[in-house]
Nanobody
Framework: QVQLVESGGGLVQAGDSLSVSCTAS????????MAWFRQAPGKEREFVAG???????FYSDFVKGRFSVSRDDTKYAVYLQMNNLKPEDTAVYYC?????????????????WGQGTQVTVSS
């Protein structure tokens, strides 16, 4: 059974940095497309950043220049480095993965999900 486990969330102040990690027990992790989504209270889950099997990266407009996604296939891990955090970044951050093609970075394109890690940014 595939499991994704996030870690590294917490409470920070506006302008601070924080890194979250995800380890995934996907057998063919090196061929998987991985992503980070987030969901704030009362809002829909939204795409934050993604990294394909070939290490090409994609970002939502609201995090470009502030967040960076990376992966370490030897550790079956994907990371999200978040800089210059803002109160509006407060959300539960989810790691997601799929071994199929990703076209839109939509929630429905991902087969595997973690339980999420809370990131809270105070003003």
């Amino acid at each position: 059974q595939v499991q994704l486990v996030e870690s590294g969330g917490g409470l920070v102040q506006a302008g601070d940095s924080l890194s979250v990690s995800c380890t995934a027990s996907i057998r063919s992790f090196g061929a998987a497309n991985m992503a980070w989504f987030r969901q704030a209270p009362g809002k829909e889950r939204e795409f934050v950043a993604g990294i394909k099997w070939n290490r090409s990266t994609f970002y939502s407009d609201f995090v470009k220049g502030r967040f960076s996604v990376s992966r370490d296939d030897t550790k079956y891990a994907v990371y999200l480095q978040m800089n210059n955090l803002k109160p509006e970044d407060t959300a539960v951050y989810y790691c997601a993965g799929t071994t199929t093609r990703v076209a839109r970075w939509g929630v429905d394109e991902f087969d595997y999900w973690g339980q999420g890690t809370q990131v809270t940014v105070s003003s």
